[in-house]
Antibody
Framework: QVQLVQSGAEVKKPGASVRLSCKAS????????MHWVRQAPGQGLEWMGI????????SYAQKLQGRVTMTRDTSTTTVYMELSSLRSEDTAVYYC????????????WGKGTTVTVSS | EIVLTQSPGTLSLSPGERATLSCRAS???????LAWYQQKPGQAPRLLIY???SRATGIPDRFSGSGSGTDFTLTISRLEPEDFAVYYC?????????FGQGTKVEIK
């Protein structure tokens, strides 16, 4: 079955970087785009960006430009999201979610990875 | 950036009642690019509706979506116990993709 399996929880200090993974299975990896969405505690959903696993092209939310990098490894069908210069406001659950096209709804979601930024 | 405003913030209803959730956009959104998601505590969001009115795979027909332009609606015809959750609308036709702030449907 289609699955997105995300890496485990992380605790980071302010200023550090974090790299999260999202392993896809049960479908053709390069046929679907992958979004990253985050949710701060008790808050709503915030779109972070999208990667095309086929060619590796990316598009990021403007507020995260310069701090976020999304990459993929087609050999392991895994997408990565790295966020640098972490601050307390980056404490959130981070989700990966696939979409058939860049302008499609997100039909399958990972369970999420909790990132805590604290000194 | 397209801002989506959902109302009400909280909807208190009893099982069996009808729920009507609103999503208003700051500028016109093509119906093709409007989705609704359901999120329960501790879980990832789940796609309910895409293209404003098409149900996602496995979604019961008590869920329906409608609307166009700047005004969209999610209707749950008869609330089941498992429907009490937070619902988000999302537009995915423009970048950045944006979500509404959510409507919580709680048991009255």
């Amino acid at each position: 079955q289609v699955q997105l399996v995300q890496s485990g929880a992380e605790v980071k200090k302010p200023g550090a970087s974090v790299r999260l993974s999202c392993k896809a299975s049960g479908y053709t990896f390069t046929h679907y785009y992958m979004h990253w969405v985050r949710q701060a505690p008790g808050q709503g959903l915030e779109w972070m960006g999208i990667i095309n696993p086929s060619g590796g092209s990316t598009s990021y939310a403007q507020k995260l430009q310069g701090r976020v990098t999304m990459t993929r490894d087609t050999s392991t069908t895994t997408v990565y999201m790295e966020l640098s210069s972490l601050r307390s406001e980056d404490t959130a659950v981070y989700y990966c979610a696939r979409a058939y096209n860049s302008n499609d709804a997100m039909d399958v979601w990972g369970k999420g990875t909790t990132v805590t930024v604290s000194s | 950036e397209i801002v989506l405003t959902q109302s009400p913030g909280t909807l208190s209803l009893s099982p069996g009642e009808r729920a009507t959730l609103s999503c208003r956009a700051s500028q016109s959104v093509s119906s093709t690019y409007l989705a609704w998601y359901q999120q329960k505590p501790g879980q990832a969001p789940r796609l309910l509706i895409y293209g404003a009115s098409s149900r996602a795979t496995g979604i019961p027909d008590r869920f329906s979506g409608s609307g166009s332009g700047t005004d969209f609606t999610l209707t749950i015809s008869r609330l089941e116990p498992e429907d009490f959750a937070v619902y988000y609308c999302q537009q995915y036709g423009n970048s950045p993709r944006t979500f509404g702030q959510g409507t919580k449907v709680e048991i009255k």
